[in-house]
């Protein structure tokens, strides 16, 4: 299902345009290249749509929000949506504050966004079912959450994304599990939005947003195992560079050997 797609990225090269977080900013460029992808980071409210029009994929991500910044995503996510154009939402530390949380369902009110990609507090807050999220760390989530997710993803059209322990994916009907993945990405500032890079990436190359989604988390997941099992891993730093190699050298015939989800 998902292990040919890894090849279209590398082959179609998408350019994927960010308006993002300035604290991973350089580490999801380095992602979307070490996948096969194109990064652009553009975030001016003045360029936006004309960065957006060349794009085949759009990643909005809130960690560093200001209210201009908004402006900008809202203004770019319009012009995704009027150019078919695929828009990832990371609504990160959503319920941490009034400004967050409202600048997150702002988005969802004026973008037609096709996948929301967030951990468990975020999404529960933003599906109603509630969550505790302390800075942009998720501490607690709702055990409805799953049913939460399903609705959100049916009301808004969308494909639902899940980080954790284990991932979950969802588009209203289809629900997958992703169990790859290692402790120690949890290590490291950032995986999470780089996450999101690598899903805007793969949606770049497939309209089906639920089955480019699954292929993210097991491609992300997967380089995340391989980096930590090699032996020069002793800590987060040697990590980080590991699992950007690994990313950069996986291939079909990987992930077909390591990949590890269920769609129910």
Not at 228 to 249: Q, T
Request: glycine share 12%.
């Amino acid at each position: 299902m998902i292990e040919g797609l890894l090849d279209k990225v590398r082959n179609q090269k998408p350019l994927v345009h960010h308006i993002t977080n300035i604290v991973t900013v350089n580490d999801c460029a380095n992602v979307t290249l070490a996948l096969g992808a194109l990064p652009v980071m553009a975030h001016a409210l003045e360029e936006v749509e004309d960065m957006v029009k060349a794009a085949s994929g759009l990643v909005l991500n809130i960690g560093t929000l200001t209210p201009k910044q908004v402006e900008s995503m809202i203004k770019a996510g319009k012009k995704a949506n009027e150019f078919g154009i695929p828009v990832v939402l990371d609504p990160v530390g959503a319920g941490a504050t009034p400004l967050r949380t409202e600048s997150a369902k702002r988005i969802l009110g004026e973008v037609k966004v096709s996948v929301v990609k967030g951990n468990s507090a975020e999404i529960g807050v933003l599906a109603g079912a509630g969550g505790e999220i302390r800075g942009v760390e998720a501490v607690g989530s709702s055990e409805n959450l799953l049913a939460a997710a399903k609705d959100m993803a049916k009301n808004l059209g969308a494909t639902v994304v899940i980080s954790g322990a284990r991932d979950v994916v969802t588009d209203g009907e289809r629900v997958a599990f992703v169990d790859n993945g290692h402790p120690w990405m949890g290590t490291i500032t950032g995986t999470g939005c780089m996450l999101a890079s690598v899903i805007g990436s793969f949606c770049g190359v497939e309209r089906d947003y639920f089955k480019a989604s699954v292929a993210a988390l097991v491609a992300f997941g997967l380089a995340g195992e391989l980096a930590a099992n090699r032996p020069e891993v002793r800590g987060p730093a040697s990590f980080k560079v590991c699992f950007f190699d690994e990313l950069y050298n996986l291939s079909g015939e990987k992930i077909r050997a390591g990949m590890k989800y269920s769609i129910v």
